[in-house]
């Protein structure tokens, strides 16, 4: 009978959209799961014939028949997942196995399809998401700028692509010669003293300053005593749980009205019990921390560091070096500021720069230059090892695909584009709270912002539509929303990010778009609200669902081969 | 005589010849939102006022339940585990976490009573 | 510059809106004299050619893994990746999109990774998985926080064969985060023992071990059980899993793994993608992002990201760990790669695989002087020569051969391990390679 064709539950709108037989509307194709289209004999990869001309085996094992690799053999399991025929294929001799018995027999439950179909099948995916480049992506503290393709190509040099972690050094000196050039753009950039290039994420890096801070305590025989950590209100949610992971007891710190953090707020929580003050700067509000000079020195004073979370690195880079406002810890988000991609969610990068107090508590592993070469210190012991070293986070180097990239995002930029770059992400942010200022509403009141505008609900006040209802009517109009509902510190927010990426048009184009549903929402148009976001390729979807009776995995019987 | 009596964080407690059943506000459920998950506290467990006793979780949210009163738990609805949305639903009735027998019933002096909670809510928005 | 669209005509028109002079009036709250004048001590902007010459003398100076007979492991493994799979990646709205957050314009995303977690959870024998991890050694310190949680206990146990990177990383996690570790000695013939107690919450152990060794588990299981811990185990070259019984029919109640070997390339440690699985009843103390399957308004079978109130952006200092993200595009390679394979296609992937491995050993057996001492193997095992380990490696690449992973690079001060290497081959090991390796140990091993 051959593969089943998925129908899929007529759509249930109103008359003017209609319904097909396929559910399709024109390029807007549905797409089942590869469960539902696959099959476990289908593969669309072959593998080189294991016989060479000699009739022997290609590694000099001498086969019995033509198909026989030393494959697998199957023994009559049930064969109720469809699985039975494959074993026909793929019984083999079973000569030469050193695998002690271990071999998988029951079937797996996996899919394969032909490389046209699965072009196809990802093909089709891919078209029910927005990205960067399919328009502005404005979402607060995320800085969705381009991502440039010459770091695509870069990165998958053979040489940096198709090299091993653990090849012996004098084979990968390009590579560690990349590591320390990245370095050093960080290093100047950020007027730090040290990098630990190792985190994998911004998160991981959060951990990893904040362990060298941990670490730095213990040396001066002050772990157990600083157990406080001081965050704002306004902090991402990493901030605390990071904090909290390691041991720490996070006091609050509450921001002044005018939505920064005032050194005398600092000094009222500060005692001899705290370890550090997590600071984001500019804040997730968008702001600059005017008193972060003298709240680095209030927390140095009374013995304590400043660990500064770098998200919003993009409106200060070529500006403002961090390590000269005081800090001692700052992660720096790859794939924010220098242009990684996001890639639907990772793989990031989070490399940290420590100050001179926290270098020497960098985790292993690091780069030293000895002479003209290139060496990884791996261990804590051994030549040029540094005692103090705290270990490690993660397995091999770090993310070297992402150095790649961020290093050609920033040759190319060169200090002279950094600069403009962060001077042009302001100019954006403020350009669109200029524009809306008069239509949205702002929790601080009117006043210059950095790389990002906060925005809170209370233009919606009265309406009945809340900022949810906002963010999903802007989908209908062709973007994606901003960030919405943090920080938590705000009422509705919602944080736009526009980034160095926009042109004017762009701008031009999305604030007039804001300005028609502040209307519409105004005008009491709930309609357009309620039931958006009409025309993306699903309407709102059922969380609450998802979350009180979770399906996970796909649970079904794969289908049976074509006879 | 039953008397009830509301914490701060939108506890409620219902007293009754030294047993008090608790659970979570109305208010808390509608600004929660569809409740997807309830832990209950573990049975026969002895607590202060204000430890950690259960959590309410909703898509977009997940709210610890504390004990208003020092006690030991003698019964935890074992319904809710099962169907959260009771919550939602009768979040003041049959939806209650546990039961207590209170050590100390002077504790109760420093809730709210009903109106007092009320207005409180009122002025959190 | 090439990516920034504005003229110095539209900068002058939008100054203008805002209603200020220059764009340093826009960074007035920067302290006095924090504001640059000077730009930082860096190069210039620079236009692609150049940036392309720069970085390709680089990346020269490297010896890629294709060019040479190479047979390094360890935890990071030489596939071939299908042409398709580096080219569904770059597709732009999968490359360039967010964490899926909105969902109703992330199905793409959204139902990829449904699909990942379905084969993951297949592939381990597990009955979930999560969308992923950043990479093995992070899933691995992440599975021992879980297993921490879940029975109340504070104490890990690392059997002797966990890589020493990962063991190293839930050492790091567990000392600042106020947990033991009992960390066994790596002596390759006890890989697969442990002893546990009353305080023992978990037993990490890997399968294929760091040596390459492989053994059921099902005895270690039943013992870890007794004892009321859990089982963790980790995997490191995830092609072992269209050859080998799988962790959870032996008994696992957490499997992790390195994806790597799926879709993604070597590239010299990173990006690389953390597998994640175990059973239902755990799932709410599982870490990292999950996707659901769900309903929109019109009926409409759809994806969200799930149980979201065990992350960091909902429970903040109560989180179940502090992970912000996954590995989506490296999660999207392992999955296209998989479907490309298939169960048939993945099965005699492995077969090659190992076929590679035993006429890699059946080589090596010749030369004067080596011992193999891996009795069961996949793709991976360890020799033993009469010189140290490091010193046979350098001489090799001096011969333009990467022959394997001396045990003293991970291990640098046990002696007894100083003579091992750790010698890996794949699908991609042809039969001169093999040949090459041999004559060149010949010779080292002579001379």
Redesign the interface.
């Known amino acids: 009978m051959g593969k089943m064709p998925i129908n899929?539950?007529a759509?249930?709108?109103d008359a003017a959209t209609g319904q097909t037989f396929t559910?399709n509307r024109g390029l807007a194709i549905e797409?089942p799961?590869?469960?539902e289209i696959?099959?476990?004999?289908?593969?669309?990869?072959d593998?080189?014939d294991?016989l060479?001309p000699g009739g022997e085996?290609?590694?000099?094992?001498p086969s019995p028949s033509k198909l026989a690799?030393?494959?697998?053999q199957l023994q009559e399991t049930a064969s109720a997942s469809g699985?039975g025929r494959?074993k026909d294929?793929?019984r083999?001799d079973f000569s030469?196995?050193?695998?002690?018995?271990?071999?998988?027999?029951?079937?797996?439950?996996?899919?394969?399809?032909s490389?046209p179909e699965?072009?196809r099948?990802?093909?089709r995916?891919?078209?029910?998401?927005?990205?960067?480049?399919?328009g502005i992506?404005p979402?607060g503290s995320?800085t969705?700028?381009?991502?440039?393709r010459?770091n695509?190509?870069?990165a998958?040099?053979?040489?940096?692509?198709?090299?091993?972690?653990?090849?012996?050094e004098?084979?990968?000196?390009?590579?560690l010669?990349?590591m320390e050039?990245l370095s050093?753009?960080l290093l100047?950039?950020t007027g730090m003293q040290a990098v630990a290039l190792s985190p994998?994420?911004?998160?991981?890096g959060?951990?990893c300053g904040m362990?060298a801070i941990?670490a730095a305590l213990e040396a001066r025989g002050e772990g157990a005593d600083r157990r406080i950590v001081l965050v704002p209100d306004s902090a991402?949610?990493?901030n605390?749980?990071?904090?909290?992971?390691?041991?720490f007891i996070?006091r609050r710190v509450k921001a002044g009205e005018n939505g920064t953090v005032s050194v005398e707020a600092v000094r009222e929580k500060l005692g001899p019990d705290v370890a550090a003050m997590m600071l984001t700067n500019p804040n997730t509000c968008g702001?600059?921390e005017?008193d972060?000079?003298e709240i680095a020195a209030a927390l140095h004073k009374a013995g304590a560091y400043l660990y500064c979370d770098g998200a919003n690195f993009n409106a200060?880079a070529?500006?403002?070096?961090p390590g000269?406002?005081g800090v001692d810890a700052m992660h720096i988000n790859l794939h924010k500021t220098f242009?990684t991609?996001?890639?639907?969610?990772?793989?990031?990068?989070g490399p940290v720069v420590l100050s001179e107090a926290l270098a020497p508590f960098a985790?292993?592993p690091y780069v030293v230059k000895e002479g003209q070469s290139y060496r990884l210190v791996?261990?804590q012991?051994?030549a040029g090892a540094q005692e103090k070293a705290?270990?490690?986070?993660?397995?091999?180097?770090?993310?070297?695909?992402?150095f790649?990239r961020a290093?050609?995002y920033?040759?190319?930029?060169?200090?002279?584009?950094?600069?403009?770059?962060s001077?042009?992400a302001?100019?954006?942010a403020?350009?669109v709270?200029?524009?809306l200022r008069d239509v949205l509403s702002q929790p601080f009141g009117d006043k210059?912002c950095?790389h990002e505008v906060l925005f809170d609900d209370h233009f919606l006040r009265g309406t009945g539509i809340s900022t949810l209802d906002f963010?999903?009517a802007l989908?209908d109009e062709g973007f994606?929303?901003m960030t919405v509902?943090?920080p938590l510190v705000t009422?509705g927010a919602m944080l736009v990010e526009p980034t160095?990426?926009?042109?004017?048009q762009?701008l031009d184009q999305f604030i007039a778009a804001i300005r028609d549903l502040a209307e519409a929402a105004k005008a009491g148009d709930t309609k357009r609200f309620a039931?958006a976001?009409r025309f993306?390729?699903?309407?709102?979807?059922?969380?609450?669902?998802?979350?009180?009776e979770?399906?996970?995995?796909?649970s079904e019987p794969l289908p049976r081969a074509a006879e | 005589m039953a008397q009830v009596k509301y914490t701060k964080d939108h506890e409620y407690i219902i007293v009754q010849d030294g047993t008090g059943t608790v659970g979570i506000t109305n208010y808390a459920q509608d600004k929660l939102g569809d409740v997807t998950f309830v832990e209950v506290p573990a049975n026969g467990k002895t607590v202060k006022k204000g430890d950690a006793a259960g959590v309410v979780e909703s898509v977009k949210a997940a709210s610890d339940v504390y004990s208003p009163v020092s006690g030991t738990i003698v019964e935890v609805n074992t319904a809710l585990p099962d169907k959260p949305e009771l919550i939602n639903q009768d979040a003041e009735g049959s939806a209650w976490l546990f039961k207590i027998t209170l050590s100390d019933a002077s504790e109760l002096d420093g809730l709210m009573d009903r109106d007092a909670y009320l207005a409180y809510a009122k002025e959190q928005g | 510059m090439r990516y920034l669209p504005h003229t110095d005509s539209d900068r002058r028109a939008m100054l203008a809106e805002v209603g200020v002079r220059d764009s340093d009036a826009l960074f007035a709250d920067v302290p006095d004299g924090k504001l640059l004048s000077e730009l930082p001590a860096l190069p210039r902007h620079q236009s692609e050619m150049a940036v392309e010459r720069a970085l390709s003398a680089l990346a020269s100076k490297n010896v890629p893994a294709s060019a040479v007979p190479f047979f390094a492991g360890c935890g990071a493994y030489k596939h071939h990746v299908p042409a398709t799979v580096d080219h569904i990646i770059q597709r732009s709205e999968f490359m360039t999109a967010y964490t899926p957050y909105q969902p109703e314009i992330a199905q793409g995303t959204l139902q990829y990774l449904f699909e990942f977690q379905s084969q993951v959870a297949a592939l381990t024998g597990m009955e979930v998985a999560n969308a992923s991890m950043y990479d093995g050694s992070t899933a691995a310190a992440e599975a021992v926080l879980m297993a921490h949680r879940l029975t109340k206990r504070k104490k890990a146990v690392i059997a002797g064969g966990l890589h020493p990177h990962y063991r190293a990383v839930i050492e790091t996690i567990s000392r600042y985060s106020g947990h033991e570790v009992t960390a066994l000695p790596a002596d390759p013939e006890k890989t697969f023992e442990a002893e546990c107690d009353g305080d023992t919450s978990c037993v990490v152990v890997q399968m294929p071990d760091v040596f390459g060794r492989v053994h059921d588990l099902g005895t270690l299981a039943v013992k870890v059980h007794a004892a009321g811990a859990l089982m963790v185990v980790a995997v490191t070259e995830a092609v072992s899993f269209g050859a080998l019984k799988s962790p959870g029919a032996m008994g696992a109640d957490i499997v992790i793994a390195e994806g790597q070997s799926i879709g993604n390339g070597l590239n010299f440690g990173g990006p690389y993608v953390g597998l994640f699985a175990t059973r239902n009843k755990f799932v709410r103390q599982m870490p990292g992002r999950l996707c659901g399957q769900t309903v929109d308004r019109d009926g409409r079978r759809g994806f969200v990201l799930t149980l979201s109130t065990r992350e960091q952006h909902i429970r903040r200092e109560k989180a179940t760990s502090n992970i912000c993200t996954n590995s989506g595009l490296c999660a999207l390679a392992f999955t296209a790669h998989m479907t490309l394979l298939g169960e048939a296609g993945l099965r005699k992937l492995a077969a090659l695989n190992h076929a590679a491995a035993v006429a890699l050993a059946r080589a090596l057996s010749k030369v004067a002087g080596v011992q193999i001492i891996t009795p069961h193997f996949f793709n991976e095992f360890t020799i033993k020569t009469p010189m140290p380990g490091e010193q046979v490696i350098n001489r090799l690449a001096d011969r333009t051969i990467i022959g394997g992973v001396p045990a003293s690079r991970l291990w640098p001060d046990d002696k007894a391990l100083a003579n091992l290497i750790v010698v890996a081959a794949t699908e991609v090991t042809r039969e001169d390679d093999i040949a090459a390796y041999r004559a060149a140990l010949n010779e080292v091993l002579d001379g």
């Open positions: 899929f539950p759509v249930r709108s559910g797409e799961l590869i469960f696959g099959s476990p004999e289908t593969s669309g990869v593998f080189e294991p060479s085996g290609v590694f000099g094992v690799l030393p494959s697998l699985c494959e294929r793929m083999g030469g196995n050193r695998l002690g018995g271990l071999e998988r027999r029951e079937p797996i439950g996996l899919p394969g399809l490389e699965a072009i099948h990802y093909l995916l891919s078209q029910k998401n927005y990205s960067i480049d399919s992506f979402l995320c969705m700028k381009h991502n440039p010459l695509e190509k870069m998958r040099l053979p040489g940096f692509a198709d090299i091993h972690p653990l090849q012996p004098k084979t990968v000196q390009g590579a010669a990349l050039e050093r753009w100047e950039l994998k994420a911004g998160a991981h959060e951990l362990v941990r991402h949610g990493t605390p749980a990071t904090a909290a992971l390691l041991g996070v702001l600059f005017r972060i000079v200060i070529g500006k403002v070096r000269e406002l242009s991609p996001h890639g639907g969610g990772g793989p990031g990068a985790p292993l791996e261990h012991s051994g705290f270990g490690r986070l993660t397995a091999f180097h770090g993310q070297m695909g992402m790649v290093l050609a920033m040759m190319s930029h060169g200090a002279d584009g950094i600069r403009q770059a001077e042009d302001v100019l954006n403020n350009y709270r200029a524009c210059p950095m963010a999903k989908i994606h929303p509902y943090f009422s160095e990426s926009e042109s004017k762009s039931n976001p993306a390729p699903r309407t709102r979807l059922d969380e609450t669902r998802a979350a009180r979770p399906v996970l995995t796909y």
